[in-house]
Nanobody, 128 residues
Framework: QVQLVESGGGLVQPGGSLRLSCAVS????????IGWFRQAPGKEREGVSC?????????YYVDSVKGRFTISRDNAKNTVYLQMNSLKPEDTAVYYC????????????????????WGQGTQVTVSS
C-alpha cells in the first residue's frame, strides 16, 4: 500500500529552476522520513536531501546542493517537494524520492540503505 510518485522533472538550462514533487500514500509524513536521491548514468545512487518532522522538523542537504536546493513537505497533502535553483549540468540525473518506514533517518546524512520504499524516478536534465 505504500507508494511514492515523483513528478516535475524535465529539461532546463544551467542556472534555471525546477520543483520536484513526491506524492506519497499508504503512510503518514508525521512518522516517516523522506529522502531525495539521484543517479546519473554510470554512477551510484547518491543522497541529495531529506526531511523528517516527527520530532521537530529536520532537514539535511548534501554539500553539492546546499544553498541551491530546498526540501519541504505538506503533511496535509502527503507531498514532499524539492525546489532546485541555480541548476548545474552536474545535477543531471534521475531523481528518486524514498521513505524510511522506521522514521529515524535524516540525522546529518541521507543514505540509500536507510530507506525502504522508492518511487519510480523522474528525469532532470540540465543542459544548454
Amino acid at each position: 500500500q505504500v507508494q511514492l510518485v515523483e513528478s516535475g522533472g524535465g529539461l532546463v538550462q544551467p542556472g534555471g529552476s525546477l520543483r520536484l514533487s513526491c506524492a506519497v500514500s499508504g503512510f503518514t509524513l508525521d512518522y516517516y522520513a523522506i529522502g531525495w536521491f539521484r543517479q546519473a548514468p554510470g554512477k551510484e545512487r547518491e543522497g541529495v536531501s531529506c526531511i523528517r518532522s516527527s520530532d521537530g522538523i529536520s532537514t539535511y542537504y548534501v554539500d553539492s546542493v546546499k544553498g541551491r536546493f530546498t526540501i519541504s513537505r505538506d503533511n496535509a497533502k502527503n507531498t514532499v517537494y524539492l525546489q532546485m535553483n541555480s541548476l548545474k549540468p552536474e545535477d543531471t540525473a534521475v531523481y528518486y524520492c524514498a521513505a524510511d518506514a522506521y522514521g529515524s533517518s535524516c540525522h546529518m546524512r541521507v543514505r540509500v540503505d536507510e530507506y525502504d520504499y522508492w518511487g519510480q524516478g523522474t528525469q532532470v536534465t540540465v543542459s544548454s
